[in-house]
């Protein structure tokens, strides 16, 4: 079996990361093509010792293909999914622009794996910091069944694209350099700094990451009655997402329960337990599939419930690795069909 | 009335910080002697246009004196209090020495000032989370009495001092030099990362940052049931702590009613509220003495409970200025005690 691709936003701090995941996983690719804006129309992109020239989007771009992995926002993928669509191709979509789509299944392949077959020509890749908090959640959810999850993120800057990460590292010289830091990007200076603003604000004083944390949560662990409070705040951190997590259960889960449950988990990993020999920091995650956990403790305000800390590379499992784990989840079908 | 006061630890960041709050708030000050570790005698500290000469401690060096404000830690505390208190002054203390001793009243003014005057020669100052923490809650327990606290912290690295905020600038040119980091003052590099350690691990997996915030907070609001889950993590911000917090109350708090205890209370100010007009960074806070609080809406786990965003800066509220308005309500009676 060898694949078709294409890659929508392939210039994009994600569309480069899934170029590497492809290469490391050794996905088989027979034929690849990358689009991104008209500004970065004509480039040329190397991929396994080839270089690939950059393209536009235009009619009949799709045709032939078995999948397109998007990310390149919500806008682009409500404008281009419908074309990948009706163009006869699969659309893993790393927007938020389908994931409350009934029709369109949410999916993070260790946890929900098996709803990526029910797509109907298009699959929706979670929230960074949602599928990193699943990743660690998901593992005690299905022995003990969590009901409050009080979560807050410090969310690296690349979350927000590679302007914002260059934003982040130019502001930073800017105020070394004793000057003041001018915000572009972010709206507010983000050097030496933390912003509890991730998206925009909404009515109710949520914001619209916030939201997409709490319902994506529910969505894909599939409990309606799950309740989630996130606080998303960005940090001056180039890559990896970290959150704070305290969850309460149906029942009390043991330190030792939940060690157990995570070393029988994939994707996670349980680093400086017992919590003398060191603690998971970004740094540590990044270029990483794994979700790190540590800091594991009772929890003071959930009865047997837990608290603890994950960090993992929003750039892989929150994106471009679990893009590509979708696409070999349902590839073989993919490319079955078009045969 | 006029004070002579002594300041130990003088020329580190809370000490600087002292000094400078003094002269803000024109306490009336007499006589003022400094005093540091060998390294730092005989520096010359400007303070109200003129020089003061920093001192080693020696036997009777506060003989005389209304008061000590002591930021030198707790192996310094431990040692230099009983001298204090054995040469007739009152010692205030910066450090974690006395904050568990039962003859030693641990004040936040604006909410249990009245404890002030039940010490007996020795009066704590809270850790500086805890602090800023309790400004924001202890408005809302008044009312409603918090019964369950879930915060998640953005602490400052000069809440480790001088040294360590040198340590963050000289790593983050290294990294921006793309050096490598290397960590001396903290465990592990802070140049755009996050640790999720503030102070040593103990057994059950807590620090003892988080020991702290969490028995400080009940032994302040004066309520022994209430439980407090702390995570404490160490950002690359210079200055300035801030703190996602979650809280549930005896009975359900409407934001209204938030927003009007609030309003009421001394020590905060609500910003961006409503949400729209923006929110609280640590970068507003800093050099200022009120706690910011910002993104307020309803919390999710904690039944008619609420979430928000708070800063403080931690060298004045935390430390430096709260240490000064327990000098304010207790200098009369020191100063008479003395005459």
Redesign the interface.
Known sequence: MSLSLAIVGATGAVGREILRVLEERSVPVARLRLFASEKSAGARVPFRGEEIAVETIRDGAFRGLDAVLLSAGATTSRRVVPQIVREGSLAIDNSSAFREDPNVPLVVPEINGRRAAEHRGTIANPNCTAAILLMAIAPLHRAARAR???V?S?QAVSGKGARAMDEC?RQ??EV?DGKRAVPEVFP??IA??????VDE?T????TREEIKV?NESRRILEDPEL???A?C?R????RCH?E?V?V?FDRPVS?DEARSLWAQAPGVQLVGD???SG?????DAEGRDPVLI?????????DGGL?F?CVGDQLRKGAALNAVQILEAVAPAAAKERR
Chains 1, 2 share one sequence.
């Open positions: 409050r999850i009080a807050a410090y590292v930073t010289r070394l507010r200076p030496f700094n933390v912003l509890p603003l604000l009515p109710d004083g949520r709490e309740r989630v409070d606080t705040v940090v001056p951190v180039l970290s704070a305290s309460g330190l017992p919590p003398a603690v998971p920091t970004p740094l540590g800091r594991l403790r009772a929890s003071a305000v959930f608290s800390f």
